[in-house]
């Protein structure tokens, strides 16, 4: 299947700093890129939808000031914690769908696991 | 209200026999179904999909099993081995670009 990544993998910080999480489509070209996050034991909730270009579409109960979403270019989305507390450690999984002939098929990144301390 | 669900959180099978992993939805909207795999601490692995014009797709030991009419479909993989365990989620999504749908997934174990 097509190929996503994901930097960092990891990731430790002080509380009150911002973080970025880039997320890319290494040979596909990802009209929609989604934002998860997942608590331990539990199932992916997503956070953001976004479009190439355009502004994200955030979930109910998601800060969109807290979690910034870029997608500049069809290969490339970011996602930035501003202000990191303690409660945002999680991990972090980005996921990208196609354009054309492979716009149903969905794609997911190995996620980066962020720690607030 | 959950759209989509998998009623089993947890199956063991037998090295070799064959594992069936259910997934059941409620939006007759949806048209397009995906199976993933996920280990802790990784993203989901894509594993297998199928179209609502279809009642089967095959690939390798996973064959995807629709059944539109009862809103059900199931993950067939045979013979299972000891590395297929892991959780596995079913997933929906619709002809727009809408997010997907996930399933709280299914934990198989493969005992050898």
């Known amino acids: 299947g097509a190929v996503v990544s994901q930097h960092p993998s990891w990731v430790i910080c002080k509380s009150g700093t911002s973080v970025k999480i880039e997320c890319r489509s290494l040979?596909?070209?990802?009209?929609?890129m989604f934002w998860y996050r997942q608590f331990p034991k539990q199932s992916l909730m997503l956070m953001a939808t976004s479009n190439e270009g355009s502004k994200a579409t955030y979930e109910q109960g998601v800060e969109k000031d807290k979690f910034l979403i870029n997608h500049a270019s069809l290969t490339l989305s970011t996602l930035t914690v501003t202000s990191a507390h303690p409660e945002d450690s999680s991990f972090y999984i980005c996921?990208?769908?196609?354009?054309?002939?492979?716009?149903?098929?969905?794609?997911f990144g190995p996620g980066t696991r962020l720690t607030v301390l | 209200d959950q759209q989509v669900k998998q009623n089993s959180p947890s199956l063991s099978v037998q090295e070799g026999r064959i594992s069936i992993l259910n997934c059941d939805y409620t939006?007759?909207?949806?048209?397009?179904f995906l199976w993933y795999k996920k280990y802790p601490a990784e993203g989901p692995t894509f594993l297998i999909s199928?179209?609502?014009?279809?009642d089967k797709n095959e690939d390798g030991r996973f064959t995807v099993f629709l059944n539109k009419s009862a809103k059900h479909l199931s993950l067939h993989i045979v013979p299972s081995q000891p590395g297929d365990s892991a959780v596995y989620f079913c997933a929906a999504h619709d002809s727009g670009n809408t997010p997907l749908v996930f399933g709280k997934g299914t934990r198989l174990s493969v005992i050898a």
């Open positions: 040979d596909f070209q990802a009209t929609t």
């Open positions: 996921s990208a769908r196609g354009i054309g002939g492979s716009r149903n098929e969905q794609f």
């Open positions: 939006n007759s909207m949806f048209d397009y």
């Open positions: 199928i179209s609502s014009i279809k």
